[in-house]
């Protein structure tokens, strides 16, 4: 079957790589890239591009009447350190958008479905290691709530629409290809923009903070392997865990140290980011994904370490 597929949030830290991926597999004009913003020159010269605002329903509707997706990858969403400086528009674009996209789905008879969760699912009493899937949720910020409810909701259309949506609770997520755009776990990606431009990197999260994390080469696989798993393996159609792997800002300071001899990190005193991280997992349990899919993690921190230093080299 031809798959014509729409990516919406095409401009950010998964869609800059995922369209990409797509792109290779379906072949450039089955792939429209979509965003309220320009789209970076990687995206829009290697195929078609839509101007898209999930929260306008007509403008929305029209895309998805033009193209006639087989797949949509809705993608754009408010993260967890913006989304608690601008609680309202979080919420709102997080899930507004969601159900617009649902809806349409469901109009417009969409095969599949991709929705990103995240580990901000969580909260302060769910177990803190080794955190499983079914457990106590109590997230304290806009996005994790927003990220529970949308769960909700995806399962929900599946239950009572038969809409194949699927997800993932992605870890935080490291990149070389594009920047994250606000979120807890950005300090990950960032030390190694600093590391290489002036050889140190202040850390917004305190050095024993350990959290999930994962290559987004490993997560752009998790994403095309769940896209294309038989739907009849799938238990879960809210979202899987992903457990990634976890570390701290100091062990990910040694690794670069083992490449970068002459790099310092120091720790900021205080930052309103530590406390959504206090609240999240600290490692996860995806035996899920790895039972239903197959799922199966490829890079640890030093093969990341060496992936990003080898590759920003080159860009920066
Ligand atoms: C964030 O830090 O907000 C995101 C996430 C873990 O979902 N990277």
């Known amino acids: 079957m031809t798959e014509k597929i729409i990516v919406i949030g095409a401009n950010g830290q998964i869609g800059t790589e995922l369209v990409n991926a797509l792109r290779n597999i379906h072949g450039a004009e089955q792939v429209i890239a979509s965003d309220i913003n320009d789209p ?61 996209v649902l809806d349409f789905a469901v109009e417009f008879k969409v095969s599949k479905v991709f929705w990103p969760s995240s580990i901000a699912v969580f909260g302060p009493h769910s177990p803190q290691f080794n955190t499983p899937q079914y457990c106590v949720m109590d997230p304290n910020t806009v996005y994790g709530f927003s990220k ?15 809409l194949d ?7 935080g997520l490291i990149g070389w290809r594009a920047n994250p755009g606000g979120g807890t776990t ?12 002036k050889g140190k990197y ?48 100091t062990q990910l300071a040694e690794e670069i140290k083992k490449i970068m001899p002459n790099f310092a990190i120091s720790y900021a005193e205080s930052d309103p980011r530590q406390a959504i991280a206090d609240s999240w997992p600290k490692s996860i349990d995806d035996s899920y994904a790895q039972k239903d899919w197959g799922w199966k993690l490829e890079y640890d921190l030093p093969a990341i370490t060496a992936d ?9």
């Open 40 to 100: 970076a020159y990687a995206i829009r010269n290697t195929g078609p591009f839509e101007f898209v605002n999930v929260l306008d329903k007509d403008n929305l509707h029209h895309i998805f009447q033009k193209h006639q997706p087989t797949q949509v990858y809705l993608l754009a969403a408010i993260l967890s350190a913006v989304g608690e400086q601008r609680p309202k528009m979080a919420w709102d674009l997080n899930m507004t958008g969601l159900i617009h």
């Open 148 to 162: 529970l409810a949308g769960e909700r909701w995806c399962e929900y259309y599946f239950n009572k629409h038969g």
């Open 165 to 171: 949506v699927r997800s993932i609770r992605y870890p």
């Open 202 to 249: 202040e850390s917004f999260l305190s050095a024993e903070t350990a959290l999930p994390m994962m290559y987004m080469d490993d997560a752009i696989r998790a994403t095309l392997d769940l896209m294309n798993a038989p739907a009849e393996s799938l238990t879960i159609r809210s979202a899987y865990n992903l457990a990634g792997i976890s570390f701290t800002p």
């Open 308 to 316: 990003m230093l080898t590759n920003l080299k080159k860009i920066i």
């Open 186 to 197: 950005d300090y990950a990606v960032h030390i190694f923009h600093e590391a290489l431009k």
